[in-house]
């Protein structure tokens, strides 16, 4: 089977299970599925049949064929059909669906053969239809009434024009296109699609997802696709002649044979009734979707918009994108041009350049992806964790919108998983009483956080739940040989044995946590990106647990500056203002520490000659200049030589090298290629005031 | 893959009075640093460079044989000051070979480059351990070059690239 297919009917299923998983969470959350999210779980598994079957995958489309019609008797009945005690296990059931298709896409990524057995579920999803179903016909025998004027119009359909349906298309495929009645299934679902409702028109043959046999027919006659009105059937026509394998089509209207003139009236008389029952239907579908906002259509969109492409394409990109933008500056700031005045070239000069500035955002923007998906995959997480646990926990999500770059989106998602996974096992009471006792809400709470700093993402998991007991910590600290007895220790290095490998306080190991390789390997991973895990806790007042991760990727606004013979590019962001000063304005305390009064209040002076152990340098004050710098609430005066100016720089890492030797730590975090082709360092504010406390 | 079976069989066909056993031969290129010969396995070697298209940068509280890194057309090079390393008196003359393993690059300063030679992986023999210098560490076999005169130490990439940390 073509690869390139395969791959997109992976990203399909990826793409539909995830916002299934979240519509569903979120359905959950309010107990019931609107007309809306039925609507789009029908169509979702609509689509998975379709296109499972397309792939052969029978046991994918076997199940999705269940769910789908037993979407469809509550789509037709209504939310009501299932009773409120009911809706645990339908919700349930829907997980455990979602469950499978996951663990068979996993399996296909992976070359592994897919489940054959599949009886399970597809017994629980058969017992639920017949609960609801059951139940749905004592209480409305008007459903009924109401399905049957359909059952004349299907009987009906036994040809290619349909009274009720008069406006039709006919397409043929490709000669030898093969899998025609797939072919047309498709055909039929992207109609759909496109004129939004599923009750203005039908096609013939009708069983063409099901039957192989109308494959046949397909060939021979031709599909034809049958709507109430010209109008819908104009905006299908766009989707038809875009559809692939289309060889050829036509339009035609439904005729009343006049040999069956008698048997033709009472169906004409259908019609009106049909449109009748239509616009019922239709204005139930956009009223839940106006109450659901901006977020239903925002995803809409996407789902239209949205290509995949390759990570490796992306980087590609990005490496040229940056040396044009490096060639750009080579070519226009030039020495050569010195002392030429060219106004032609400046001004095609200055173009260029907010062109090439342009591309570079775009570029750098492709790469960027929100972590909502990320954020979203934890609710899972913690619904199943507080089922399973007994525990009530509200997870609160904060600046899902935040971009990160999607490697390190990829990098977080486990660490992640691991510190919710945490939070729910450790980090929550057991016991309702408890947290009732200490004053606290009886239902948990934890915060999932994202946000940027100037040159960090920093991604924040906080719980309210029993929090760290450092006693407890140190007793399984000397037990696991990690601490030695006598050590004075701090609460912060007590912490830090939480992150040490092997290290787990619980007693029992259960099932979501508490392998002993829990907090190391986050620790391990997030380190792998160039980030940090730092835990904060107190006893009986929760946990945070802190990554920062470095903005490899990125553009930003640099202040260069130069120390002796070399570059260092300081962000923007970091700097509150720039002073030029005197001698005598430093004030010296007894350790040799120097300090400097800006606007009535003292700070203290670090000198990058000194604090690099550099050769060349200026010593004096009056002679350099003073960058006030601030990050996060540390706030200093970084002494350096001279102001080159300010510049849009491309952050690269440093190669990892170089990395090794822990510079990071002394605030030299990336660098960047300046317009000559020389090699800036770009400073980290919080880095370097740690470590010029530390030393 | 594809190169090392070429180079094998091109070998093969250049010396056609040797037995035809087979015998892994690699290509290495021999290079000169503070008046010892040096090999490295050609397929580790990207380019070298006669001279600087850029300067170097200066890197900050990194041991005195990282020169720092450069700008290799929009990649960034560390740059290892090879006589440094190998506890020598630095030099001003130099090139610079860029090595690369798995997409991992660095670039040494060395001397001079003198040629590439085939060498049979048999032939290379075991180092005497005579110290515990880190230096030592990288040189994993000597070879004796035919005519007798040059003796090379084979140097081990992979701990060129990660046995310094």
């Known amino acids: 089977m073509a690869n390139d297919m395969m791959e997109a009917y992976l990203y399909e ?81 829907i997980f455990q669906a979602i469950d499978f298709f996951k663990a068979e896409v996993e399996k296909l990524e992976s070359g592994a053969s897919l489940t054959e057995d599949i009886d399970s579920i597809l017994a629980n999803i058969k017992s639920f239809s017949n609960k609801i179903q059951g139940k749905a016909d004592d209480e409305e025998p008007a459903a009924e009434a109401k399905a049957e004027p359909e059952a004349p119009a299907a009987s009906e359909a036994g040809g290619h024009t349909s009274s009720k349906f008069p406006f039709g298309i006919r397409v043929f495929f490709d000669e030898g296109a093969g899998m025609e009645n797939l072919r047309a299934f498709m055909l039929a679902s992207a109609v759909r699609d496109s004129v939004e409702s599923e009750s203005d028109f039908d096609y013939y043959p009708a069983d063409v997802d099901t039957n192989s046999e109308t494959s046949a027919i397909v060939v021979d006659e031709g599909f034809s696709i049958r709507f109430l009105t010209d109008e819908l059937r104009q905006k299908a026509l766009a989707v038809v002649k875009d559809a692939g394998s289309v060889g050829n089509y036509n339009l035609f209207e439904y005729e009343a044979p006049e040999a069956q003139e008698t048997q033709a009236a009472p169906q004409q008389a259908e019609p009106p009734k049909a449109q009748a029952a239509a616009p019922q239907s239709t204005p139930a579908a956009p009223a839940p979707a106006a109450q659901q906002g901006g977020n239903n259509n925002a995803n809409k969109n996407q789902k239209e918009s949205l290509i995949s492409v390759n990570l490796s394409k992306l980087d590609e990109l990005n490496a040229v994108v940056g040396e044009i933008v490096i060639t750009e500056s080579m070519v226009t700031a030039s020495p050569d041009l010195e002392g030429l005045k060219l106004d032609n070239f400046t001004s095609a000069a200055r173009q260029l350049r907010s062109l090439t500035d342009q591309l570079q955002d775009v570029s750098m923007s492709l790469r960027m992806v929100s972590v909502s998906a990320t954020f979203q995959k934890m609710r899972r997480i913690v619904r199943d964790m507080s089922k399973k646990l007994g525990k009530e926990v509200n997870l609160v999500l904060e600046g899902e919108e935040t971009e990160i770059d999607k490697t390190i989106v990829d990098s977080i998602s486990d660490p992640l998983m691991h510190i919710v996974r945490n939070s729910m096992d450790h980090g929550i009471e057991e016991n309702v009483q408890d947290r009732i006792a200490a004053g606290k809400d009886p239902v948990g709470r934890i915060v999932l956080s994202a946000r940027h700093t100037g040159s960090e ?32 220790y701090s609460h912060k290095d007590i912490l830090n044995f939480l992150l040490m490998p092997g290290f787990s306080t619980n007693v029992e190991v259960t099932e979501y946590s508490g392998r002993g390789v829990g907090m190391d390997v986050v620790k391990s991973n997030v380190e792998s990106v160039g980030g940090t895990v730092s835990i904060s806790s107190e006893k009986g007042h929760g946990m945070t647990t802190t990554l920062k991760i470095p903005l490899t990727m990125a553009i930003m606004d640099g202040m260069e500056v130069s120390v002796g013979d070399s570059v ?44 690099y152990q550099m050769e060349k340098g200026q010593d004096e004050i009056d002679d350099g200049i003073i960058l006030w710098v601030e990050s996060g609430d540390n706030s200093f005066c970084l002494f350096v030589d001279k102001l080159i100016g300010e510049q849009q720089v491309v952050v690269k890492p440093l190669p990892d090298y170089v990395n090794n030797y822990g510079i990071r730590n002394y605030g030299v975090t990336g660098c960047t290629i300046l317009g000559n082709g020389d090699i800036s360092i770009i400073l980290d504010v919080a880095s370097i005031y740690a470590a010029s406390q530390a030393g | 893959m594809d190169t090392m079976t070429e180079m094998t069989a091109d070998t093969a066909a250049l010396a056609p009075d040797e037995e035809m056993v087979e015998v892994e031969v690699n290509k290495y290129l021999i290079f000169l640093s503070g008046g010892i010969y040096y090999g490295v396995d050609t397929k580790y070697v990207k380019e070298m460079l006669t001279q600087w298209e850029t300067s170097v940068t200066w890197l900050p509280m990194l041991p005195p044989d990282i020169r720092g890194v450069i700008n290799l057309r929009g990649g960034v090079v560390p740059i290892i000051d090879f006589r440094l390393m190998m506890g020598c008196m630095p030099e001003d003359k130099f090139c610079t070979v860029i090595l690369d393993m798995e997409g991992t690059q660095i670039g040494i300063l060395v001397d001079e480059v003198d040629q590439t030679v085939d060498i049979e992986k048999n032939r290379i023999l075991p180092v005497p351990r005579q110290s515990d210098m880190s230096a030592q560490k990288m040189v994993t076999g000597m070879y004796s070059l035919p005519g007798g005169k040059k003796t090379l130490m084979v140097l081990d990439c992979t701990q060129l690239l990660y046995g310094h940390q």
Request: charged residues 30%; proline residues 2%; without cysteine.
């Open chain 1, 13 to 93: 299923m990826n793409t539909l299970l995830e916002s299934l998983d979240e519509m569903v969470l979120g359905a959950e959350d309010r107990k019931t599925f609107s007309q809306e999210d039925v609507n789009e779980i029908f169509r979702i598994m609509h689509t998975i049949k379709g296109s499972s079957a397309m792939m052969e995958f029978d046991n994918l489309m076997t199940v999705a064929h269940r769910i789908e019609d037993m979407f469809f008797i509550i789509r037709d009945k209504g939310m009501e059909a299932v009773a409120e005690e009911l809706r645990p296990e339908l919700f349930d059931l």
């Open chain 1, 568 to 611: 260092f590019t300081v962000p923007i962001n970091n700097i509150r203002s720039i002073l030029k000063m005197t001698n005598g304005d430093v004030i010296h305390d007894s350790t040799k520490g120097e300090t400097l009064r800006v606007m009535d209040n003292f700070y203290s002076v670090v000198r990058a000659k000194e604090f």
């Open chain 1, 457 to 488: 993402v920093i991604i924040e998991v906080i719980d309210d739940g029993q929090g760290a007991d450092d006693e407890a910590i140190l007793n399984k600290a000397m037990r696991q040989g990690l601490a030695v007895p006598g050590v004075d």
